[in-house]
């Protein structure tokens, strides 16, 4: 007997097939196996279409398994499977990526706002339109001079980080991903003048001359932590939380520690990399301060990012976060993307993304000090049109993660803590991580983040605002459509229909 | 006449205009109606529903007070104002602003003007005339949001505003302008575009002795607003116009950004630009850019903007709105159109159309600088 059924059915046209045994080599799962032609195991099947975009002959379909149960709409088969899961194992049911409930996700519900005669809209294909945004700590205020006729600055003030498009690569470990789908990123970043974040699993040693991109980070593991690597970015990160599962720390399996891996997080080949829920040497902020300065200390005073999930009261700790003497925050929201996460805590806590923006932001200058530090919002930045709204909501810039990982043929299966990727994105078994080509990799990358900031280009051209300091908290030019007046008082964003103000 | 509670308090004017200006160097004084006859040449320009003047000189028996001019919707509002100003300041003198009936002016609300000082006790410990500014600008904002029906039009010294629901020539009689002299003049002719004019709408937008006119619409106006009230501004008069004058006062008084670097905010050079300077003013650039890009205003504008040391000029980033000036001896003309400024003077030495984002300034003989 067997209580779970296939999540998926591969049916292939045998009349088509020319067994050919493409489907099989490529199947990081083995949902299918040759006997004289191709035999699926529809069980082992995640829905990841490696198979089907390498069958010469399109013999090949995926579909759901039309497994009818009685119709419940509160018993729902997810749930329903959860528990014969559970009932067998006695164990945390895992999942990876982000959280695939249907929770209303706020910025479909944002309309943007463009200019008709009385403010003429900005022609992006014919007049400058920047993106270029600095991020890190500003001071109070500046000290002018006047030398030979000319004012200048007293002194240098400032100790930021320059990005050409608001885009930067979330932090996703290396371990969590392969290294060509890691080396990837690093190029890309090189390529768009951008930044990616190391995420926690430190950074191999032939990739430091692209550190000028990198910010390193220092999670509660400390994989990977010693001071060449800290000095080798343009800044440090301090992870506290992750959106996709706040409150706990990483998990890399160990069938995802081979020897290179081990070598970057100087941990032993094979073990769990389970990092603590929380950084041991921060209970409270005037610890994360120490660290803040610690880091600081030991990097020359190169920028500290500290990255929070989006919770309740992220608010005020996004303030204290500030005035324990960060340069950054970074913010991610609950639908966040994760390598390995509890089902529980990937699809039940946290707060979105366009919430914590709007909140953060808007404390931080109830209390003034908005000016002085950068936010960069993630969480699920699906498109462009996501990020033009985290910015006007008022990011200074976001990151992208998933979205990174589709661009180099991710399917979203939801299956990264097996470490069976057949895409070679989330595995650590070298006859998958070859098929990632980084430079091929990179370029769709590139080739995403150009067009989105085309895109971001057009609207803002729309708006008739040619900076991206212009839409940075502006959300003047935001409207929400069918959300609640609670929510758009969070927002800070009127109703459509109302004018400006 | 419209109060403003008639109104969604959550709408914001964007307006066409036209603007008009005059300065002498030598404080050499004009008649108010120099201004009026000027912007009255570009009619077009405004539909009647705004227009005002700010004048500078105007009050020189009371150079050293500052010259509160007060509207008021109705009269209880004088009241509780002025219960308001005797607790903090010592009034010199008060009255009420002279006008003149005119034929399309029938509603106008209550004008009244105090020349005023903080009481000492009023400036605690800190008795300077930086002190004395700071204190002034936190009771204009505390009666521009807190009494109901009453807003401060201007609170600088020897300078005054005088607008309301009118065309120029209008608002020029009713105020009767003709009557006052002065050796800076500012003018402003509006064209709301979407709400019935108000009378604290019209230009110019003040702060102490900052007086601004605005021909344009920020698009900005969410962010620049946002920001300059995280440091105790409150815009309170439904105009986008209305954040330049505050975040001018920000950026120049309390900020101690220098006139000459207000361009590099307000209309920042394009960051291909900044790539190409020389390394010390690069890096002048890179940092006002980073540090007051909140206050940046994008989208098409071009201001005038009366202070303390004189009158400039400026146009947005791609110059999306017209803007001329033109010298004769120690004058500076600036106006929207050069037809404005012929029609006041004739005869000028040089004409010529400032470049987007170039600064026309001009200083009174001896100003600091």
Partial sequence: MRMIQPDFRIVIDQDRCRKCGRCVFNCGFGALEFKEKPIPSHEKCVGCHRCVSFCPENAITVELNPLAFRPNAHWTPFLIKSIYKQAESGGILLTSMGNDKPYPILNDYLLLDACQVTNPSIDPLREPMELRTYLGRRPEKLEFEKTNGNWRLKASALNTVKVEVPILFAPMSYGSISYNAFKALCLAAKELDTLMYTGEGGLPKELYPYGDHIIIQVASGRFGVQPEYLNVGVGTQIKIGQGAKPGIGGHLPGEKIPKHISETRMIPEGTDALSPAPQHDIYSIEDLRMLIYALKEATGYKPVCVKIAAVHNVAAIASGILRAGADQVYIDGFRGGTGAAPYITRDHLGIPIEIAVAVVDQRLREEGIRHLGTIIAAGSVRCAADAVKLIALGADAVAIGTAALVSMGCHICQKCHTGNCSWGIATQRQELVRRLDPEWAAERLVNLVRGWEHEIKDVMGAMGINALESLRGNRERLRGLGLDSETLKTLGVKPVGAAMG | ?369
């Fill in chain 2, 1 to 369: 006449m419209h109060n403003r509670k008639d109104y969604d308090w959550e709408i914001r004017n964007p307006s066409g205009c036209g603007i008009t200006s005059l300065m002498s160097a030598k404080k050499n004084l004009f008649r108010g109606n120099l201004a009026v006859r000027s912007l009255d040449n570009m009619r077009e320009r405004g539909n009647g529903l705004g227009a005002g003047y700010a004048g500078y000189g105007i009050y020189p028996e009371h150079r050293e007070h500052y010259a509160l001019h007060l509207m008021y919707e109705y009269e209880d509002a004088r009241q509780s104002t002025e219960n308001f100003l005797s607790q903090d300041f010592k009034i010199f003198d008060e009255e009420p602003i002279p006008t003149r009936p005119v034929r399309g002016i029938d509603r106008a609300p209550v004008f009244h003007r105090y020349f005023v000082l903080p009481k000492e006790q009023a400036l605690g410990t800190n008795i300077s005339e930086a002190a004395a500014d700071e204190f002034v600008v936190s009771r204009v904002t505390e009666i521009n949001t807190r009494i109901e029906a009453a807003f401060v039009v201007s609170s600088g010294k020897n300078m005054g505003v005088f607008k309301g629901v009118g065309f120029p020539i209008e608002i020029g009689e009713f105020f009767r302008l003709d009557e006052y002299q002065g050796y800076c003049w500012i003018g402003h002719s509006r064209f709301p575009t979407n709400t019935p004019g108000w009378w604290g709408g019209a230009h110019p937008f003040t702060m102490l002795d900052t007086a601004i006119v605005h021909n344009g619409e920020i698009s900005s106006y969410g962010i620049n607003r946002r920001y300059i009230e995280m440091f105790g501004y409150r815009c309170t008069m439904m105009t986008d116009s209305e954040a330049i004058a505050y975040l001018f006062d920000f950026l120049h008084r309390k900020q101690k950004v220098p006139l000459e670097l207000i361009p590099a905010v307000f209309s920042s050079e394009f960051w291909n630009n900044i790539d190409r300077m020389e390394e010390k003013e690069k890096e002048l650039h890179q940092t006002i850019r980073q540090v007051y890009g909140s206050a940046l205003l994008n989208g098409p504008f071009a201001i005038v903007v009366g202070h303390r040391e004189g009158m400039f000029g400026l146009s947005d980033r791609v110059k999306l709105r017209p803007m001329i000036a033109a010298r004769k001896d120690d004058v500076l003309y600036i106006a929207s159109e050069e037809a404005a400024i012929r029609e006041i003077c004739p005869e000028v030495d040089s004409v010529w159309m400032p470049r987007a984002g170039e600064m026309v300034a001009g200083f009174y003989e001896g100003a600091s600088q």
